[in-house]
């Protein structure tokens, strides 16, 4: 079983939708969980951080972690054609602080 | 956050070549990363660039194909050496976010294809 796993998508949805995204992990020593954004051509910029379990919202992202059931959730209101990116979900364990990442979801806002 | 600028932003080389991958940041940083992300495949951390000692690789990842140099602490190189069409990749260099716990800032990424 990968530590992380993550749809690879395609995911498309109309314009105004809520997107859902998420990430399934195996090592419960994860102890931050974060979401990247990747527009075509660029590299990953942090969008959400989250430490443990729980919600944040930041505008119209809402990330959420459930560590029982190892999975985390990346929640986008109201999606913009602006939005369409890849989306790549990343975690850390607090033994030896290395990064994973999932694969990414590519995400389609359709006008 | 940091700004990092990375050049070449995409190159097509010939296999059995060798290239140079520069990343220059705005601002001093201890630690700088590269990662390769491969289609379909997560970003895998190459090596940790430290300046004034020797780079830290990854399982998988040798000095002797990926040799890095961090002569400062704006500025690190990573060189695809005696390159092979698998070698084909986007390549990119990060630096730890300030403010963050562990975020990550990345360059756009060096795209190479090996022919």
């Known amino acids: 079983q990968k530590e992380v796993e993550q749809d690879p998508g395609p995911l498309s949805v109309p314009e105004g939708a809520i997107v859902s995204l998420n990430c399934t992990y195996s090592?419960?020593?994860?102890?931050?969980f974060m979401w990247y954004r990747q527009y075509s051509r660029k590299g990953p910029e942090l969008l959400m951080y989250?430490?443990?379990?729980g919600n944040k919202e930041d505008g119209r992202f809402t990330a959420q972690v459930d560590k029982s059931s190892k999975y985390i959730s990346l929640f986008i209101r109201d999606s913009q054609p602006s939005d369409s990116a890849t989306y790549l979900c990343?975690?850390?364990?607090?033994?030896?602080?290395?990064?994973?990442f999932g694969k990414g979801t590519r995400l389609h806002i359709l006008p | 956050s940091a700004v990092i600028s990375q050049k070449p932003s995409r190159d097509i080389c010939q296999r059995g070549t060798s290239l140079t991958i520069q990343c220059q940041v705005d601002?001093?940083?201890?630690?700088m990363f590269w990662y390769r992300q491969q289609p379909g495949q997560s970003l895998t951390l190459i090596a940790t660039?430290?300046?004034?000692?020797?780079?830290?690789?990854e399982s998988g990842f040798v000095i002797d194909k990926f040799p890095i140099s961090r002569p400062n602490l704006t500025f690190s190189t990573l060189t695809v050496s005696n390159m092979s069409p698998e070698d084909s990749s986007i390549y990119l260099c990060?630096?730890?976010?300030?403010?963050?716990?562990?975020?990550?800032?990345f360059g756009s990424g060096t795209r190479l294809t090996v022919v």
């Open positions: 990060s630096v730890e976010e300030q403010g963050t716990a562990y975020g990550y800032t």
């Open positions: 090592n419960s020593a994860f102890q931050y």
């Open positions: 989250t430490y443990s379990s």
């Open positions: 990343a975690m850390i364990n607090n033994r030896d602080d290395k990064i994973i």
């Open positions: 601002s001093q940083v201890t630690m």
């Open positions: 660039a430290n300046q004034g000692s020797e780079a830290t690789y």
